[in-house]
T-cell receptor, first 116, second 113 residues
């Protein structure tokens, strides 16, 4: 079955530091890959996505590249801010061939804390 | 832009009671997904509906049932509530053209005491 493995946290960084959160996946087909962010007490917000190999998703200074050869979708940001403190979830959707259900499979989440 | 609406936002119930959670998808979205997120956990898929028909089922207890109505809103009914049902319940919606893009609601926080 499908699965997502992301680096365990918590991750604590100083403001302006470089961020990497690793994510690898297992899927039977050709999944789409996502990063979602969850701020304290709030719902899930889509941060970025990539739908095919070598696609790069980017948003708000965050980037992730869909690497089929390494089955990875690592999240990076060059200079984090205090406001980036949140839980980050890597996720995939991989419907069966001819299927129409695009349910998401999530990783366990990584808590990021950025200190001033 | 219109977003996914969930109600209520917070719900407190006692053990063995029932609860109904409602989800109103983005207009013209035809698919609804329900997820459960326990404390400190990742969201787990429960069930989904496409054009008012159940399209997939995940780790949803038999005590739970759900449906999608003619106006595409969905309700998750939970009976014989247990302490372990305390969680954040998310609804997400998508449309036919952007099947892989799900838009999440703010969630309903259910506390069972």
């Amino acid at each position: 079955g499908n699965s997502v493995t992301q680096m365990e946290g918590p991750v604590t960084l100083s403001e302006e530091a470089f961020l990497t959160i690793n994510c690898t996946y297992t899927a039977t087909g050709y999944p789409s890959l996502f990063w979602y962010v969850q701020y304290p007490g709030e719902g899930l917000q889509l941060l970025l996505k990539a739908t095919k190999a070598d696609d790069k998703g980017s948003n708000k200074g965050f980037e992730a590249t869909y690497r089929k050869e390494t089955t990875s979708f690592h999240l990076e940001k060059g200079s984090v801010q205090v406001s980036d403190s949140a839980v980050y979830f890597c996720a995939l959707s991989d419907p069966p061939s001819g299927g129409s259900n695009y349910k998401l499979t999530f990783g366990k989440g990584t808590l990021l804390t950025v200190n001033p | 832009a219109a977003g996914v609406i969930q109600s209520p936002r917070h719900l407190i119930k006692e053990k063995r009671e029932t609860a109904t959670l409602k989800c109103y998808p983005i207009p013209r979205h035809d698919t609804v997904y329900w997820y459960q997120q326990g404390p400190g956990q990742d969201p787990q898929f429960l069930i989904s509906f496409y054009e008012k028909m159940q399209s997939d089922k995940g780790s949803i207890p038999d005590r739970f049932s759900a449906q999608q109505f003619s106006d595409y809103h969905s309700e998750l009914n939970m009976s014989s509530l247990e302490l372990g049902d305390s969680a954040l319940y998310f609804c997400a919606s998508s449309n036919t053209r952007e099947k892989r893009q799900q838009y999440f609601g703010p969630g309903t926080r259910l506390t069972v005491t």
